[in-house]
């Protein structure tokens, strides 16, 4: 059959996806070693990571914290009781023979994410359950001709693993989902989210179904993907696959496959007739955790302002666009700089601007992010103060105050404005000066300007700024050269 001869639309594709979220903590899940990628391999390690015999685990306080502010965030029900699992598989990178994870009690269920699909709707995506547990060490297949090595630095360290609902259609709305997983995260200050790292993992469930049907597909899931984007390319390539395979007359498998990125297309790993039998059992070396309703609010007075928040306040409050709102909440630290500039100022409008236009535009020029950014965001507001009051022009601030600042960043602005002679004239006797030079520099246009023609002002306007070398403002001055005129 070929490829024009199917009617894809006729099938609605269902897709969950299983995130991996690697927390921030200075120390690993139930021991104290620390981490930190890119050390040599097996130098970060201690005998509670390895699994030596007669170890004890005990609780990071921090994991557990930052677990519930994603919870909070993702409008889940935290369990105010809850137990350890052991999750029992052999493999070369997992010391201990067991993973420590949670099983029947997850600390967070039940919630919801939103996103905006490209059509501008809210769409709920479900998330059935957050849970705690460590990770494994890393199995590299690549550094030896013969031999798979093992780097056991990052077995320990701690996780959330957040399990949506398989509400994703498409995959475009799985890289909607992706991206506001990861900026929660990151606002959260609970994850770096850096996939090229290992620190964000995602892997997706994926099944096609006939439209109306009451019963999914055959399951597939899919690992391997090292970006949102390729997360993306593996889903759309998936579900034409799996289409076309039924269309074909073929059954589809429980499968695990792997993405590969240069082909963009996905392999067979291993079958999955049935789900995996980990073999849980109560891990008896940790107590049982409670997490009371006080001790849950005492972590939500810590939250910060999440972007759906942010979003609400810079559109609705601020009366910012919906594409500028976005773009100073699409990053925390950029939002960070902005909120720091509005408490000097109440130009919200300008404050916008100066962020997203000059300050963005000199940082992608020099390849900085703004947490290397020179300028104060007090600085900013002083600017924007100058504007506002006329004593400088905006062009000047923009093309001579600014690039001195970032030269001379210990400088005050006044100061910098002073030095280069920028500050605007706004005393009527001196501006009357240099208005009457003006007109008389072309008394034949006087007559034309009565008679109707009021472009001419421009012209007189021109002349009144070189004549002040930029110094008369031009509000002030354009309101008294049209007074001027209107007297002739």
């Known amino acids: 059959m070929s490829e024009n001869s199917i009617d894809y639309s006729k099938y609605q594709a269902v897709i969950g996806l299983e995130v991996h979220a690697q927390m921030l903590t200075k120390s690993k899940a139930y021991c104290s070693d620390a981490y930190d990628y890119g050390s040599d391999p097996n130098t970060i390690i201690g005998p509670i990571s390895l699994g030596h015999p007669g170890t004890l685990p005990k609780h990071n306080k921090e994991v557990v914290n930052y677990a519930i502010k994603m919870g909070l965030a993702t409008h889940c029900h935290i369990a105010e009781y809850q137990y350890y699992a052991r999750k029992n598989y052999f493999y070369g990178d997992l010391p201990k023979g067991y993973q420590i994870t949670q ?19 809210e769409k709920k995506i479900g998330i059935t359950r957050i849970h705690m547990e460590e990770d494994a060490g890393k199995s590299m297949h690549d550094q030896d001709l013969y031999d798979t090595l093992i780097d056991l630095n990052r077995a320990g360290v701690p996780l959330i693993e957040i399990v949506s609902e398989p509400d994703i259609r498409s995959g475009e709305e799985a890289y909607l989902y992706l991206t ?33 049907a009451d019963k999914f597909g055959t399951k597939v899931e899919v690992k391997n993907m090292n970006s949102f984007r ?18 074909a007359g073929e059954t589809l498998r429980m499968e695990t496959r792997t993405f590969d990125a240069l082909k963009g297309t996905t392999a067979a790993m291993r079958s999955k007739e049935g789900a995996s039998d980990y073999r849980y059992f109560p891990e008896p070396d940790l107590p049982p955790l409670r997490i009371t309703p006080v ?15 942010l979003f609400e306040k810079y559109t609705k ?23 720091e500039v509005l408490s000097h100022t109440k130009n919200t409008k300008s404050a916008a ?21 020179i300028i104060k965001p007090a ?60 007109i008389a520099k072309f008394p034949e246009k006087i007559a034309e300007y009565k008679a109707g023609k009021v472009s001419l002002i421009g012209l007189f306007m021109g002349e009144v700024m070189k004549a002040s070398k930029g110094k008369a403002d031009p509000k002030v001055a354009s309101a008294l050269l049209k007074e001027t005129l209107d007297k002739k």
């Open 295 to 309: 001790y849950i609010d005492n972590i939500k007075q810590l939250m910060p302002e999440l972007p759906k928040a």
């Open 180 to 212: 506001e997983i990861k900026k929660l995260l990151k606002y959260l200050e609970i994850c770096d989210g850096n996939m090229e790292e290992g620190s964000l993992r995602c892997d997706a469930n994926i099944s096609v179904m006939i439209k109306g």
């Open 103 to 121: 099983d029947k009690t997850p600390i967070c269920t039940n919630g919801y994410l939103e996103i905006k699909t490209k059509d501008g709707n």
């Open 379 to 438: 600085q900013i507001a002083e600017i924007i103060a100058l504007i506002d009051e006329g004593k400088v022009s905006h062009s000047a601030a923009q093309q001579k105050i600014f690039p001195a600042l970032i030269e001379s960043p210990s400088s005050s602005v006044l100061s910098i404005a002073e030095s280069l002679n920028l500050l605007q004239e706004s005393n009527s006797d001196e501006l009357q000066v240099w208005i009457d030079v003006a």
């Open 230 to 247: 390729n997360v993306q390319r593996a889903i759309d390539h998936e579900i034409k696959r799996q289409i076309e395979a039924l269309e």
């Open 353 to 373: 601007n100066w962020v997203m236009v000059n300050i963005r535009s000199y940082l992608n020029e020099q390849a900085l992010h703004i947490k290397q950014f």
């Open 317 to 339: 409050q601020f009366g910012l666009n919906e594409y500028d709102a976005n773009v100073l909440i699409d990053d925390k630290d950029t939002a960070n700089y902005f909120e």
